[in-house]
């Protein structure tokens, strides 16, 4: 058998991937890991958030690869940038919701302020690379300054959350098991799991079966097999899951307008477990101290 028969779709739909495959997704993972790592120093109260894009931009294409975001489904930049209550898909460059207690009347809830970090704002930055082909997304959180205390244990249960998802993941397992075991961890530290976006699979393309959930129920949903890949990225809320998008289309904040904080990587199924192709090469995944 040649190893092109090694790499095949299973009947979830899901692309088992050959050995050879791994390889690639190193190299894009790798990158995506290192645009992050990158922009941390740059992260602080009084930069802007199309500031950010830019020198996002500027890297990831410096280093021979091209933004996923850049033109996907007439996504207009080349990462998505969360400012404190948006969940995912905030537009850097696009001004920045309005949060709690920044309005002066519910009527103004859809006014942004510019695109400025304040201290103690708390931010998501989900960056994809496709290098050589490979796509490679991982997302993390930053702080403008100091956070709150309530920031920043959001931001510590999401992380933790993440990493019980990939502990989840082997030969046999199934997606279900990493669902439940990231919603009983994240609603036993009293958060909730947003709902309304999910993790998927990966590899030559963007987005492919399946659709990861981040809650469930152990023992359903399809089986691992070695040779997927796929993401986690778990959104955690401080307050109630609900999500709404506003008129851009893009921006998913919580309803009820409470903080949210998401981690990401990009995962292959080995015959051991897993391999994390979007682990920081700086050991600074995690943006705290503990
Ligand atoms: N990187 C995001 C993810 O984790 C997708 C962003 S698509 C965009 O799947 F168009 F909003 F940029
Ligand atoms: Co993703
Ligand atoms: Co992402």
């Known amino acids: 058998m040649d190893e092109t028969d090694l790499r095949h779709v299973n009947a979830d739909g899901i692309t088992i991937h050959a050995p050879e495959d791994f390889e690639g997704m190193r190299r894009a993972g790798r990158l995506a890991a290192e645009t992050l790592d990158m922009i941390a120093e740059h992260v602080r109260p009084g930069v802007t958030t199309g500031e950010l894009d830019r020198i ?8 021979g690869a091209i933004p996923a975001t850049l033109g996907y489904r007439g996504y207009p930049k080349s990462c998505c940038i ?10 850097p460059g696009a001004g920045i919701p309005m949060g709690r207690g920044e309005t002066i009347s519910k009527s103004l809830e859809k006014r942004r302020r510019d695109d400025t970090l304040k201290e103690g704002d708390i931010l998501n930055i989900d960056v994809t690379v496709i290098l050589d082909g490979w796509y490679g997304d991982t997302s993390r959180m930053y702080v403008a300054g100091k956070p709150s205390r309530q920031a920043e244990k959001l931001i510590r249960v999401t992380h933790d959350a993440l990493m019980i998802g990939i502990e989840q993941v082997r030969p046999g397992a199934t997606f279900g098991d990493i669902g439940a ?44 097999e070695e040779g997927m890949f796929f993401t986690i990225e778990p959104m955690v809320n401080l307050g109630r899951p609900d999500t709404k998008i506003l008129a851009d289309d893009w921006t998913a904040v919580t309803r009820d307008r409470s903080l949210s904080a998401q981690f990401e990587h990009t995962v292959g199924v080995t015959a051991e477990g897993a391999e994390n192709f979007t682990e920081s090469p700086a050991g600074r995944f995690h943006p705290l101290a503990r």
């Open 82 to 91: 969360s400012v404190n209550h948006v969940v995912c898909h905030g537009i």
């Open 181 to 224: 075991a990231i919603q009983d961890y994240v609603e036993s530290q009293r958060m909730s799991v947003v709902r309304d976006f999910c993790g998927h699979g990966i590899g030559r393309v963007f987005h492919a079966p399946p659709n990861v959930l981040h809650y469930g129920r152990p023992g359903t949903g399809p089986v691992l």
């Open 56 to 63: 996002i931009h500027d890297f990831i294409t410096a280093h």
